[in-house]
């Protein structure tokens, strides 16, 4: 018998199986090899079979932490801050990756699936502090004796995937990383000691074209448009070996994707791309400003993220004075008068 879901419903069971996909360690694997520096001169197999720790992976599990009590050899577990809920990092393993004189130099890896590329604050922000907790978290305690250097390098990678992705900044990947700069002489001090958070930002959308082959692999694993034999066509031409396990996630991906697209259809609120994205996504960036006005986010700054023209931010911001709802309602009232607007 078939499961009726709602459209919410049907959204994070999509995202469930995606983060359960993603954390397939060939997947990984290649992220790793393309995208983080120390495994520049690994190869796919090593990274694989030697250098990810399967056995820590772990998928919505692993608390940001508020409060320092995992031990050190530990993942961790879930966020008990009276103050705030619980937190979880979408995907959470350790790695190793190889130094001088044949050691392994352990690493923690976070990587975030990301659907909103503006949020209403800076995503980068974001993810430097969801690093820096799972780096302050390697310590249980901090007294005199505390021995800093046994700290492990955290990196933050954020899979940003979202329809409202602009198209300029689509296929593009920023490493983020701690650097010296000696301002009075010149002092020699190991990176290790110091380059402990680095956070990788990856940018995509269904528009985009990317002669890089990670790029498209994780663009059509993660695309809701693409269909099932078009996903197994791409993660072939990577290498990447669809188990039965792999195979089954990608087809109930594609099943819930063409769920979410009828029932959104149907209820008239498709976000994106498909709820009406009219002249690159104007709904839809309106959304974004009345986000980033509920936050106190100065115009200034506004006008930075957000990928339409100044003058119609301003109209915007104008328009939403005194009623930044972010409900549908509101933003039909204003995408209404701005059209208006821009029509005399």
């Known amino acids: 018998e078939a499961v009726i879901l709602s459209t919410k419903e049907g959204k994070e069971k999509y995202d469930a199986v995606l983060k359960q996909l993603l954390a397939n360690r060939q997947i990984l694997a290649r992220i790793l090899k393309r995208f983080v520096p120390e495994f520049e001169g690994c190869s796919i197999k090593d990274i694989e079979e030697r250098y990810i720790f399967s056995d820590t992976i772990t998928v ?16 961790g577990t879930e966020d008990k801050s009276n103050n705030e809920g619980n937190i979880t990092y979408d995907i959470m393993f350790r790695a190793g990756y190889p130094g001088k004189k044949d050691e392994t130099i352990g690493l923690y890896i976070n990587l975030e699936i990301q659907n909103s590329y503006y949020p209403g604050y800076p995503l980068e922000a974001r993810a430097v502090y969801y690093a820096a907790r799972r780096l ?4 249980t305690k901090i007294d ?11 990196y933050s990678i954020w899979l940003c995937m979202g329809d409202d992705v602009p198209d300029k900044k689509a296929g593009t990947v920023s490493l983020y990383q701690m650097k010296k700069s000696d301002i009075v002489g010149v002092v ?20 985009m074209e990317s002669s890089d082959g990670t790029l498209r692999m994780l663009q059509t694993l993660c695309s809701k448009s693409a269909g099932k034999q078009q996903k197994l066509e791409e993660l072939k031409k990577s290498g990447i070996y669809t188990d039965k396990p792999l195979e089954g996630g990608i087809n109930e991906m594609c099943n819930l994707s063409e769920a979410i697209y009828r029932d959104g259809k149907q209820e008239g609120r498709l976000e994106g ?22 936050n106190d986010m100065p115009a200034k ?4 993220f957000v990928d339409m023209d100044e003058d119609v931010v301003r109209q915007i911001i104008e328009l939403a004075h005194g009623n930044t709802s972010c409900d549908d309602s509101n933003i039909d009232r204003i995408y209404s008068e701005l059209n208006q607007k821009q029509a005399n």
Request: net charge positive.
């Open 144 to 154: 005199n004796h505390t021995n800093y250097g046994e700290l492990q390098k955290v």
């Open 136 to 139: 302050s978290s390697e310590l």
């Open 273 to 294: 791309r498909l709820e009406g994205r009219l002249e690159g996504g104007k709904k839809a960036n309106i959304r974004t400003i009345c986000k980033m006005l509920v």
């Open 60 to 75: 919505s599990k692993t608390g940001v932490q508020k409060n320092m009590t995992n031990i050190v050899e530990s993942i």
């Open 301 to 304: 700054k506004i006008i930075q």
């Open 188 to 207: 020699e001090v190991p990176r290790e000691y110091y380059d402990l958070i680095s956070v990788i930002m990856i940018r995509l959308n269904d528009q």
